[in-house]
T-cell receptor, first 115, second 112 residues
Framework: GAGVSQSPSNKVTEKGKDVELRCDPISGHTALYWYRQSLGQGLEFLIYFQGNSAPDKSGLPSDRFSAERTGGSVSTLTIQRTQQEDSAVYLCASSLLGGGNEKLFFGSGTQLSVL | AQSVTQPDIHITVSEGASLELRCNYSYGATPYLFWYVQSPGQGLQLLLK??????LVQGIKGFEAEFKRSQSSFNLRKPSVHWSDAAEYFC??????????FGTGTRLKVLA
C-alpha cells in the first residue's frame, strides 16, 4: 500500500477483555516495529520483527502482550485481559531493511481506551 | 545506556518567530540522529536525519538541525515558524542494528 495502515483507529474496551490491533506495513518492508505512546512518555519500544521473526520482544510489558507477523507483511498485536494502564496509542512502523540508520514509516496509530 | 533527552516539554512561539528545539543524546559510538514530527491524530513523519559528513542537515518544511559532537546535541531549528508547524517533535537516535531510542517529545504551540 501507499503507507502503513493501522486498524482500528480507535478501540474502547472493558477491563479484562482481549483486544487485537492490526498493522499493514508498506509492501516490501522487511522490518516492522510496534511502539506504545503514552501521554508525556514518548515512544516506548515494544517489539521488532524482521520478516516473520521477532528477534527482540524485550519491550513487551508483560505476558499479556503478544504479537505475530505473517507472510512477512501484516502484524497483529494482542493484549489479553486488558488493564487500564494499557490505555495508550499503539503505533506501528516499518522500514525497508531494519538497519538503525533507516527512515521509519509510521501508521496513524490505534488509540486504545480501557474502561 | 543509550538515551535521548528533550528538555523542553512545551514551547510556545509566535508565528514568524524563530524556533530551536533541543535534543541531547547519550550514545557510545557515532550516532544516527533523526527528528520526527507528529501532527494531532497522525503518525510520525521524518523531518531530517544525520548520519555523517556535514554537521548541518537540511530537512523538509524548512527545518534544519546541527550535530554538535562536543555537546552531544542535535538541535532542530527553523528561521520563521508557520501556524501549521504546531505539532509534537521527537528526536531519536539509531542505537544499533535496528533499534531506535526516542525522546519524550516537545509540543510546539504557535501563536497567531
Amino acid at each position: 500500500g501507499a503507507g502503513v495502515s493501522q486498524s482500528p483507529s480507535n478501540k474502547v474496551t472493558e477491563k479484562g477483555k482481549d483486544v487485537e490491533l492490526r498493522c499493514d506495513p508498506i509492501s516490501g518492508h522487511t522490518a516492522l516495529y510496534w511502539y506504545r505512546q503514552s501521554l508525556g512518555q514518548g515512544l516506548e519500544f515494544l517489539i521488532y520483527f524482521q520478516g516473520n521473526s521477532a528477534p527482540d520482544k524485550s519491550g513487551l510489558p508483560s505476558d499479556r502482550f503478544s504479537a505475530e507477523r505473517t507472510g512477512g507483511s501484516v502484524s497483529t498485536l494482542t493484549i489479553q485481559r486488558t488493564q487500564q494502564e494499557d490505555s495508550a496509542v499503539y503505533l506501528c512502523a516499518s522500514s525497508l531493511l531494519g538497519g538503525g540508520n533507516e527512515k521509519l514509516f509510521f501508521g496513524s496509530g490505534t488509540q486504545l481506551s480501557v474502561l | 545506556a543509550q538515551s535521548v533527552t528533550q528538555p523542553d516539554i512545551h514551547i510556545t512561539v509566535s508565528e514568524g518567530a524563530s524556533l530551536e528545539l533541543r535534543c541531547n543524546y547519550s550514545y557510545g559510538a557515532t550516532p544516527y540522529l533523526f527528528w520526527y514530527v507528529q501532527s494531532p491524530g497522525q503518525g510520525l513523519q521524518l523531518l531530517l536525519k544525520y548520519f555523517s559528513g556535514d554537521t548541518l542537515v537540511q530537512g523538509i518544511k524548512g527545518f534544519e538541525a546541527e550535530f554538535k559532537r562536543s555537546q552531544s546535541s542535535f538541535n532542530l531549528r527553523k528561521p520563521s515558524v508557520h501556524w501549521s508547524d504546531a505539532a509534537e517533535y521527537f528526536c531519536a537516535v539509531g542505537a544499533g542494528t535496528y533499534k531506535y531510542i526516542f525522546g519524550t517529545g516537545t509540543r510546539l504551540k504557535v501563536l497567531a
